[in-house]
Every structure is written in structure tokens, then in C-alpha cells.
């Protein structure tokens, strides 16, 4: 797998997401909101992304020397 | 005659509200405003701190637990879910355990050039210190927007 394949795939998927985004406003409902709503009734979900959203902060502001 | 005499008073009332709501969504938008530049300058200056230091840990956990306690407290109602949202968290769930398995994917291989994960190609974009202030402000958005939820 080459750096190019590699980015393609991330791209690929950015595609598709906004796609899925698309489409669901056409629809009404099932947008990425809606998901993240239905998905947040649960209080473990609710906790995995609270910790995977400090994760991502310490990750990006606190973890790297940019130097 | 009388219904019209109510409404030429009702378009008095009205007349003399207007300013008043002026004034409310001016103080609104300021407030608004001032958030911003706040929030803009707050970034500014987390984002510069020494890395992996105790203050750096304390800006980003305590700028985050602000957002969401502002979020939570313009938590909207919930509502019921409609039929197609099923299929929608079906394709969202799909979308994020692919994307899921292509990050591990790359993350398990070398050399991290030519397989870059998005945590690797996130150091790239977020060089400079504007673009890092940036992020910022949209991760402490995020996180807003999901305490509303």
C-alpha cells in the first residue's frame, strides 16, 4: 500500500460521507446529526465519545511538539 | 370600528416593542461577538503552550469542559426517532468502522510516509500556529455541539 492508495482510501471515504449526508437531507432523516442523537441515547456511548473527544484534544494540542 | 381602534392600539404596543427588541438582538449579537474574540484568543493562546506540559493539559480539558457546559445547558429536547434514522446510524456506523480499519491499517504499517494515518497527516495541516488556533476552536465547537444533543 503506497502513500497515494493510502490518501485515495481517506478521500474515498470523505466522499462517501458526505454522500450519506447528502442523500439523508434529501431523505429527512438519517443525516449524521440525527445518528449521533439516536446513537448519544446510551449513557456508555455518550462516555466512549466523551473520552474519545478528550482523547482527540490532548492528542492534537497537547501530545505533539510542533517545535 | 372598535376591532380597528384595538388594532391601531395593538400597532402602537408593536411600535413602541420594536426598539426594545432592537436592542435585545444587538445585545445578542455583542454578546455573541465578544464570545468570539474570547474564544479566538483563548485558542491563541492554548495552542502555544509548552507541549505535554501540566498547563497545556489544564487549557485543553478545562476549555472543553467549558463547551460543554455551555452546551448542556442549551441541550435541546429530544426527539422521537423517525423510520429512516435506523438506516441513516446503519450507514454512519458502517462508514465509521471502515474508516476505522483503514486508519489501523495504515497505523500498523511503516515506513509512516508512505502510510500516513490521519493523526500523522493532522501534524502536517497543523504546522502553523493560525491553523493549530483553528482546530482549536472547531474541537471546542464539536464538543458544544455534542453536550446539546
Redesign the interface.
Known amino acids: ?3 497515494l492508495v ?2 485515495l ?2 478521500a474515498l ?1 470523505a466522499v ?2 458526505v454522500g ?1 449526508e447528502v442523500a ?1 437531507r434529501r ?15 446510551s449513557r456508555l456511548a455518550r462516555f466512549i ?2 473520552g474519545a ?2 482523547w ?11 517545535g | 370600528m372598535q376591532h380597528d381602534d384595538r388594532d391601531g392600539e395593538n400597532a402602537g404596543d408593536l411600535d413602541r416593542e420594536a426598539p426594545v427588541c432592537d436592542r435585545t438582538r444587538d445585545g445578542g449579537r455583542a454578546a455573541r461577538l465578544l464570545a468570539t474574540v474570547l474564544l479566538a484568543a483563548y485558542a491563541w493562546w492554548a495552542v502555544g503552550l509548552a507541549p505535554f506540559s501540566g498547563r497545556a493539559t489544564a487549557a485543553v480539558v478545562l476549555g472543553g469542559a467549558a463547551a460543554m457546559a455551555v452546551g448542556a445547558r442549551e441541550r435541546q429536547r429530544r426527539r422521537s426517532p423517525r423510520a429512516g434514522d435506523t438506516a441513516g446510524i446503519a450507514t454512519w456506523a458502517a462508514l465509521a468502522a471502515i474508516a476505522g480499519a483503514w486508519q489501523l491499517a495504515a497505523y500498523l504499517q511503516h515506513p509512516r510516509a508512505d502510510h500516513p494515518t490521519l493523526s500523522s497527516l493532522a501534524n502536517e495541516v497543523l504546522d502553523s500556529h493560525v491553523a493549530r488556533a483553528l482546530a482549536f476552536i472547531v474541537w471546542i465547537a464539536a464538543a458544544r455541539g455534542l453536550a446539546r444533543r
Not at chain 1, 431523505?27 to 441515547?41: E, K, N
Not at chain 1, 482527540?56 to 510542533?66: A, E, I, N, Y
Open positions: 500500500m503506497t502513500r493510502t490518501l482510501g481517506y471515504l462517501a460521507a450519506a439523508a431523505r429527512g432523516s438519517g443525516t449524521c446529526g440525527d445518528a449521533l442523537t439516536l446513537a448519544l441515547r465519545l466523551l473527544w478528550l482527540l484534544g490532548w492528542h492534537l494540542f497537547v501530545r505533539v511538539d510542533w
